[in-house]
């Protein structure tokens, strides 16, 4: 499992349970195999310890149907008490990659989607000031890359390298696998990771173990969005 701009977020309630797979700030709740588990007819909102591990075993279950199909990152959302339980008994504690604290069960998934994104990026980002101090040494020294194109030509399988891309910025369509040029297309869907050719190029730099950082949008608008600094080293 590596950290990806496709991931879980898994909502932890007294209540019910939910479980989202996430593009980036776009939630999807899954209602399937179980989800959403809500709370047995007859338990009290307020479990005591042995109910509550109970309840975190048969979610974690029903997460593992998915999880064993798809090992994608897990951010955990939930009150102290009800991650607590979680964390005790899930097989898949190596899976998560973030944790938000509070009862977000009401919240809607768009309001969720930005409060989890945030989390995602933090996780998978270097520090945004630093990064773009590097940008700024790297142009300086021509090793730089600049626009979906040739960045998407440059990439190395296994070079850590640092890519810098607007948050929010996305182009329909898909990397070739001759040339690597993106390929563009108005008739994919967006919400599947492999049909954004700039998540394509984000997945391939986090699976050479490299780093990236979503800059605000605008910031990057004189170098068409996304930049990958290929003369970059990794931090100690």
Known sequence: MHLSTHYYTLVLGARTNKLHEAFRDDLIEVENQGFPVETPAGIPPSFDHDQLLELARTVDSCFS????????GLVVVGEREMQSAFLAVTAHEGA????????YTATSVRDLGQIVWSVVKTAMSGVLD???????ASAERGQIACGLESVARLLNAGVQTTLLVEDGYHMIGRI???NRSPIISPD???????DDAVDVVIERVLESGGNVVFTPGGSL??????VL???????S
């Open 229 to 235: 600094l290929s003369g970059s080293e990794e931090r």
């Open 96 to 103: 998560v990659i973030g944790r938000i604290e509070g009862d």
């Open 188 to 194: 994919v869907d967006v919400r599947e990771t492999m």
């Open 130 to 136: 630093m990064a773009m101090l590097d940008l700024e």
């Open 65 to 72: 149907h998915y999880y064993e199909f798809d090992p994608l």
């Open 221 to 226: 608008e004189d170098r068409n969005r996304i």
């Open 176 to 178: 070739s696998g001759t």
